[in-house]
């Protein structure tokens, strides 16, 4: 079974920067695993990042960047803003199949 | 714009089935497949699979084929998913999201589906 791995939670202060990650079990993330990453808040529907690892949507904040790092997807949060917390979700293409990750909880504190 | 417009929150007595609909707007429906995600309370989001528009193809992901069908009415480009023999474990909330190349960029607002007796 193909299992998709997230920090479980991160913790961060305003104006700081934080990377949240994304792996595998199947072996390092690539491009060809097209990582997208999203943003969640309470009671909202997920809100789209960063696609096919490092491209940001129109309404994507300059300060998330996606990117692969050390065979994981990446996505770096520059800056933090107290409106960044939020739940965090990587998704991954199998090739037909598509995995979300667990979630990253980020707390701004 | 484009839009993705979910129906409304739905009860349901286990066993019975329901039919969720995701109607798109603002863009060339068959352009874009539709996929389906689930999100149970407090959990994260799960993967349900996807529906070609053009072909009416769908693909399930594992643990979702069965009682899960997605279908589409093009002519009013809408997509489906209908869940059959309800447990109550699929209380859940379920959403739509178009996507071209896994690029999953609108979503739908979410449908709640709660399975009580």
């Known amino acids: 079974q193909t299992v998709v791995t997230q920090e479980p939670s991160l913790t961060v202060s305003p104006g700081e920067t934080v990377t949240l990650t994304c792996s595998s079990n199947?072996?390092?993330?690539?491009?060809?695993?097209?990582p997208s990453w999203f943003q969640q808040k309470p009671g909202q529907a997920p809100r789209p990042l960063i696609y096919?690892?490092?491209n940001k949507h129109s309404w994507t904040p300059a300060r998330f960047s996606g990117s692969l790092l050390g065979g994981k997807a990446a996505l770096t949060l520059s800056g933090v803003q107290p409106e960044d917390e939020a739940e965090y979700y990587c998704?991954?293409?199998?090739?037909?199949?598509?995995?979300f990750g667990g979630g990253t909880k980020l707390t701004v504190l | 714009q484009v839009q993705l417009v979910q129906s409304g929150s739905e009860l349901r007595k286990p066993g019975a089935s329901v039919k969720v609909s995701c109607k798109a707007s603002g863009y060339s429906f068959t352009a874009f497949a539709i996929n389906w995600v689930r999100q149970a309370p407090g959990q994260g989001l799960e993967w349900m699979g996807w529906?070609?528009?053009?072909?009416?193809?769908?693909t399930y992901a594992q643990g979702f084929s069965g009682r899960f069908v997605f279908s589409l009415d093009t002519s009013v480009s809408t997509g489906y998913l209908q869940i059959s023999s309800l447990k109550a474990e699929d209380t859940a909330v379920y959403y739509c999201?178009?996507?071209?190349?896994?690029?999953?960029?609108?979503w739908g607002q979410g449908s709640l589906v709660s399975v009580s007796s």
């Open positions: 999201a178009r996507d071209r190349v896994t690029n999953f960029d609108y």
């Open positions: 529906i070609n528009t053009n072909t009416g193809n769908p």
């Open positions: 998704l991954l293409y199998y090739g037909g199949a598509q995995v």
């Open positions: 199947t072996g390092a993330v690539t491009s060809n695993y097209y």
């Open positions: 096919t690892t490092s």
